[in-house]
């Protein structure tokens, strides 16, 4: 028979070791010559990314770390040239690097007068047998000087030392993407936007005629300011396939050398926002179909029928990692019991392999919380999107009449979703008898452009509102305790832990990962890539001023009523760490209970496995002090000052 205990207290197998060994981060796998290779973030080895083949093991031994700073957000850092040899961004200088073989790194683009001054992405093998990619050059210290181009990089490794021999195929915007050559050679495709628009806000595809290897003429055939263009993929025929939100939804649309055509309209989200660069939401087939992900699972598209035919997988859900050669499909997708995977499936025989998980090993399933997606209703009127992680261990129970305490999740973006999949870090919780309601709140994608746009403005209003909503109704139903709620987010889901705080008293205590306290100083520090996303979420400066003020948590600290828990990465070029300090400081002025932890190494995101272990431990031992309940081996983390007996 279980054992009865108080939620919170009850004994877990799944350590915040096995978290931190568990958040492998796999991604943008590739087919070549019948092999698969893919990126791999390695917290055991210091959050060291490498790039990994099925067949032969690593491909890049330490110290090498493929990954590129574009954006900051980087994407995918390694491009495969022939079945021996790949091409791969280093971290610690963003110089190219060729490997052949067993050969050492070789490298292809100079060092820059700049620390990382140059960096690369989004590579394809150019007609001239050269790589051309998306350069970003960061012409001084600051992060907002910043020139990005569509170049040509020799594979022989001549401009090593002479940055002349690297060839600007094409500039003259702010933005690019997706740089991919037609067939014949003599045009490129690529995406360019500018400031003040993101990725998924607008957009345009660009088709221009190259003279020598440069864009001599270009034209726009589709996006502008308020439709949104991803992955440009040329058809052997000549046409262009992509990806735009023009109905609301992005859908897969050809163009034909003369008009723009739908292939499967519906509402439903077959792309999703661009925050890597190399992202893939589809891919043609050798026999003319496409394999496609429609509301994050994997199908087969016919474009003559716009017929979507789902592939049977045990994947619920698919990431934006789609590769193909023949009829044989790699991803990367995750269930609510199957880990983060790369898998290979051959969508005409059905023939399935998983080629590597992020965890090899797993708890029991009965120990594994399983996601209840709900939609909830706001005030307002409009639904919310919210996914509920029960507490779950077999070996225990609560007392009678007990409710179970919650954290609610603030996803990250805020242009961003949280599929209801396999979480470690969740059934870290929930094993212990704590639920998690996971909001994609607002603003969040995968529910269309009007779901996104809700958020226009409203920062910090909307997303608190929607936590507020769905939590509120947890409570109504007596699936939670309401005086044992929390709310916990990073980067914008920590603006919204802290505006939550700040602007309710539904939360008993709040932590926040490299959250956002004042955005008016954000504006002045943040990264080019998202320097303008403020004039969207709040508006333009210096116009919008009161209203950055008026929603700054850092200006209405009086109004916290709950112990803050701030956890920041002390070379966070994102958030910098003078956002967690300013708070830390208003808080310790106003004698509120909080800690903050600064992890050095660590940028935005934590990937070494200390830190991941020492955050975590942190987090379950604040909820106990505030919940009443001692979470069992779990060493206690120092409030200033001690909060009241709960």
């Not at 919210?386 to 077999?394: E, G, I, K, S, T």
């Not at 932590?511 to 890539?529: C, I, M, R």
């Not at 320097?531 to 001023?545: F, N, T």
Request: a negative charge; charged letters at 20%.
């Amino acid at each position: 028979m279980p054992e009865i205990a108080p939620y919170g207290s009850w004994v877990s197998p799944i350590s915040a070791a096995d978290v931190a060994r568990g958040g492998v981060r796999l991604g943008f796998p590739s087919l070549v010559a019948g092999d698969v290779w893919w990126l791999e973030g390695r917290p055991t080895e210091q959050g060291r990314q490498v790039v990994v083949s099925a067949q032969r093991g690593d491909l890049l031994g330490p110290p090498w770390n493929a990954r590129t700073r574009v954006h900051e957000y980087g994407g995918r850092s390694f491009w495969p040239i022939a079945a021996d040899s790949f091409v791969f961004s280093e971290w610690t200088d963003q110089r190219l690097y060729l490997v052949t073989g067993e050969e050492d790194p070789r490298p292809l683009t100079p060092a820059p007068a700049v620390p990382s001054g140059w960096r690369y992405a989004d590579a394809t093998v150019g007609p001239d047998g050269q790589v051309w990619c998306v350069r970003e050059t960061v012409t001084a210290a600051g992060a907002l000087d910043v020139v990005r181009d569509i170049v040509a990089v020799p594979l022989d490794g001549s401009a090593a030392d002479d940055p002349r021999r690297i060839r600007v195929v094409v500039g003259g915007s702010r933005f690019f993407a997706y740089p991919t050559v037609s067939p014949d050679g003599g045009r490129l495709a690529w995406v360019a936007w500018d400031h003040p628009q993101m990725p998924w806000d607008g957009t345009e595809l660009r088709i221009g005629a190259l003279r020598d290897g440069i864009v001599d003429t270009w034209t726009t055939v589709a996006g502008g300011p308020a439709e949104s263009i991803l992955q440009p993929t040329w058809a052997t025929d000549g046409s262009l396939y992509f990806l735009s939100d023009r109905s609301g939804w992005w859908n897969l649309y050809r163009w034909d050398g003369a008009a723009v055509h739908a292939l499967a309209p519906r509402d439903e989200e077959c792309g999703g926002p661009l925050w890597q660069l190399g992202m893939r939401w589809f891919a043609p087939l050798a026999d003319g179909r496409i394999a496609v992900i429609h509301g994050g699972h994997l199908g087969v598209l016919n474009p003559d029928s716009g017929e979507v035919v789902d592939v049977a997988i045990p994947l619920s859900y698919v990431d934006a990692s789609v590769t193909a050669d023949g009829s044989e499909v790699v991803v990367v997708g995750a269930s609510p019991t199957h880990p983060l995977s790369v898998a290979r499936v051959d969508v005409s025989t059905g023939r399935y392999a998983v080629v590597r998980r992020s965890l090899e090993t797993l708890p029991p399933e009965e120990y594994l919380p399983v996601p209840v997606t709900r939609i909830f209703r706001s005030d307002d009127g409009h639904d919310v999107h919210a996914h509920v992680y029960p507490p779950r261990n077999p070996d225990f129970r609560a007392p009678d009449g007990e409710r179970p305490p919650y954290i609610v999740v603030a996803h990250g973006g805020p242009t961003a979703s949280s599929p209801p999949i396999f979480r470690l870090e969740y059934a870290y919780f929930t094993n212990r008898g704590i639920g998690i309601l996971d909001v994609d709140y607002g603003g969040s994608s995968g529910y269309g452009r009007a779901y996104r746009e809700r958020l226009r403005g409203q920062w910090g209003v909307v997303d608190v509102a929607d936590c507020v909503t769905a939590v509120r109704a947890l409570a109504a139903s007596g699936e939670a305790d309401p005086n044992r709620v929390a709310i916990r987010g990073g980067s914008a889901g920590g603006w919204t832990v802290l505006c939550a705080v700040t602007r309710t008293d539904v939360f008993a205590a709040g932590t926040s990962y490299f959250g956002v306290a004042d955005p008016e100083q954000l504006a002045a520090e943040t990264h080019d890539f998202e320097s303008h996303y403020l004039d969207g979420l709040l508006g333009p400066l210096p116009e919008a001023r009161d209203v950055y003020r008026e929603r700054a948590p850092i200006r209405r600290v009086d109004a916290v009523r709950c112990p803050v828990l701030l956890l920041q990465g002390a070379q966070d070029p994102i958030v910098p760490p003078s956002q967690a300090e300013l708070f830390r400081d208003a808080l310790a002025a106003k004698g509120i209970p909080h800690a903050y932890l600064l992890f050095e190494g660590e940028q935005h995101g934590f990937r070494q496995a200390e830190n991941i272990v020492r955050a975590l431990e942190a987090e379950l031992s604040f909820y106990g002090q505030l919940f009443g309940f001692s979470p069992p081996g779990i060493p206690v983390l120092p409030l200033t000052p001690a909060p009241p007996a709960p």
